[in-house]
């Protein structure tokens, strides 16, 4: 009896830790982290509210609690709420009631009458915040409606519905009005700048307006500030300092999804189309991070009813990218369905890991995939120790660890050995004379304790740096691969370039510094 409770005791204690944070947050260098400067991993998923009827979607589905507690179910810590400008500024349009919204662009009686029963009231951010699911407010347009093309009038400051005052206006607004609600973490000032305005000049201009003006009316917030060209440009900032009156909330983010770059993953080489992808967030964003800010990635997804050829191809080198550094981030979308969208009632998000219903997930494979990154694996120097590596194979979403009999298998991330990278490319079990070894062609990657010649060097090759490349006894290389069932051989590298196309993501690893979490 005393055992279980004590073990009862425990398990309490460690979802505390897990899921309460000593709010507000701030910046420490690149790492996000709270009042005790633990760090805090943002791993959020996107809740549009910001289409035309301005009402956060899928309460005619479920009750909001529900959404709220399903988002913490799956393994999410935090929303990106998004929001339009004209919500927090034209009163007229705020004050219509849901009912009147839904009547007046002539939704079905049914989806009214299911919203009222299960949600007579509504208050997303409060349930939110009772559920511990932190919230980053994000201005996501002007004028309720779908997000982003070139020449919508949304797109920057000046265009024909974005007009900068009103802009400061609505952010100010949002601001004040949930100054008094901890779990409102963070502000995203404006999403996806873009069209042919564009320009850096005025982008200093008014960001570092709207963040001052958001600090000023709520200095707990995070402010989260966007790039040009649909939030995948920051490079100006690399010479130009963002100029702020405060310190330690300054927070940046990009967008990445398999479309960014028109259909460049359905091309033939796949591997050189992964090292530009890296090349182009590197110096488009994640910059930021070696310069000591902390870089949210607010928007990432894939078509998860379909999971064709391209998402599987952009989401092996994205994930082995979110895990080299770590960082912050947001999927598109919780959504299952919208009430209206660009003329169409009840239409379906394709990208969405709630089903049309908001009950089922997805695809919980995919999910399972990315729990590797909802939780923080490095961070400031006080709440981590014992600098290590991990080898992640994003395609399985697991980690190569050391089994009995000398073997290998893959495995949880987070029950990974502490390995060693060597300046000579062994990849070797720190504090034990192991390290992984070749055996031959075709044959299982084993553990051993002769860690030098052949076999035993492990160099990250080709243009996305993924294959780990080793020589075998008759001098030929060989690739660490998984097999079918997910078994880890070494087979000949494939893929490397345009000559045999094919997908190499099953020989894509990435070796990633990990640190243990000090637990208090
Ligand atoms: C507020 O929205 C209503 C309805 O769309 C519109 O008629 C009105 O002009 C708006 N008011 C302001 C001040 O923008
Ligand atoms: C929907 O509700 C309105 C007002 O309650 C009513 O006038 C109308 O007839 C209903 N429409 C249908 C199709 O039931
Ligand atoms: C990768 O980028 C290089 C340099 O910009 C370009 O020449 C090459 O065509 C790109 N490769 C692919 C497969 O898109
Ligand atoms: C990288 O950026 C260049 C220039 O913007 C673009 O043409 C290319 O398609 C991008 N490549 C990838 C893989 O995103």
């Known amino acids: 009896m005393a055992k279980t409770l004590i073990l009862s005791v425990f398990s309490l204690l460690s979802i505390l830790l897990a899921t309460s944070y000593a709010l507000p947050l701030s910046t420490d260098s690149r790492w996000i982290v709270d009042e005790s400067g633990q760090r805090v991993k943002l791993a959020c998923v996107n809740w549009p509210s910001h289409v035309e009827l301005m009402v956060t979607e899928g309460l005619n589905e479920q009750p909001v609690d529900a959404i709220s507690k399903k988002i913490r179910d799956m393994g999410f810590n935090c929303v990106r709420l998004t929001y339009p400008i004209y919500l927090a500024t034209n009163d007229t349009l705020a004050s219509i009631s849901v009912r009147q919204t839904f009547l007046n662009v002539g939704l079905p009686n049914r989806t009214i009458a299911k919203f ?22 994000d201005n996501h347009v002007s004028k309720p409606q779908w997000c982003c093309k070139q020449t ?40 996806e700048l873009r069209g042919p305005n564009q320009n850096a000049n005025d982008w200093y201009k008014y960001m570092q307006r709207g963040a001052e003006a958001v600090h000023k009316a709520n200095p707990n917030v995070l402010t989260i500030l966007s790039g040009l060209s649909y939030d995948s440009d920051l490079s100006f900032v690399a010479n130009r300092p963002v100029s702020l009156s405060y310190t330690n909330k300054l927070v940046f983010e990009v967008h990445q999804y398999a479309f960014s770059n028109g259909r460049v993953w359905e091309g033939i080489n796949v591997d050189e189309v992964c090292g530009n992808m890296t090349k182009n967030l590197t110096d488009g964003a994640g910059f930021l991070v070696d310069q000591g800010f902390p870089l949210f990635v607010s928007e990432w997804g894939v078509d998860l009813s379909y999971f064709g050829k391209r998402d599987k191809r952009f989401t092996n080198c994205f994930l082995a990218w979110m895990v080299e550094h770590d960082l912050d981030w947001a999927l598109w979308a919780l959504t299952g369905s919208y009430y209206l969208r660009e003329g169409q009632v009840n239409a379906k998000e394709q990208f969405g890991i709630l089903d049309p219903k908001w009950t089922h997930i997805r695809n919980e494979r995919f999910l399972q995939r990315i729990s590797v990154i909802q939780y923080p694996r490095q961070g400031p120097e006080a709440s981590f120790r014992n600098k290590h590596k991990m080898i992640f194979h994003p395609l399985t979403g697991l980690c190569i660890l050391s089994k009995p009999g000398m073997e290998v298998q893959l495995g949880n991330c987070s029950k990974s050995n502490h390995w060693n990278h060597t300046p000579e490319n062994t990849l070797e079990i720190k504090g034990s004379y192991l ?11 084993k553990l051993s304790t002769s860690c030098r010649g052949e076999g035993t ?17 008759n001098n ?7 097999d079918s069932q997910n078994n880890l051989i070494t087979t000949s590298c494939k893929c490397l370039s345009e000559k045999n196309k094919c997908d190499p993501g099953s020989q894509w690893f990435k070796i990633a510094d990990v640190s243990d979490l000090i637990s208090s």
Request: hydrophobic share 40%; proline share 5%; charged share 15%.
């Open 457 to 473: 060097s492990w160099a990250p090759i080709s243009d996305s740096k993924l294959h780990l490349a080793t020589t075998l006894s």
């Open 476 to 482: 030929s290389t060989a690739c660490l691969d998984v």
């Open 116 to 137: 009222q029963a299960y949600n007579p009231s509504i208050a997303v951010v409060t349930s939110l915040g009772k559920n511990k699911v932190m919230v980053i407010l």
């Open 152 to 191: 919508d009038g949304n797109g920057f400051f000046g265009d024909k519905y974005f007009n900068p005052e009103l802009w400061i206006k609505g952010l100010t607004n949002m601001a004040t009005r949930f100054r008094d609600n901890p779990y409102v973490v963070g502000m995203s000032l404006r999403n």
């Open 435 to 445: 390290c992984l070894k070749a055996q031959g062609l075709n044959l299982p990657a």
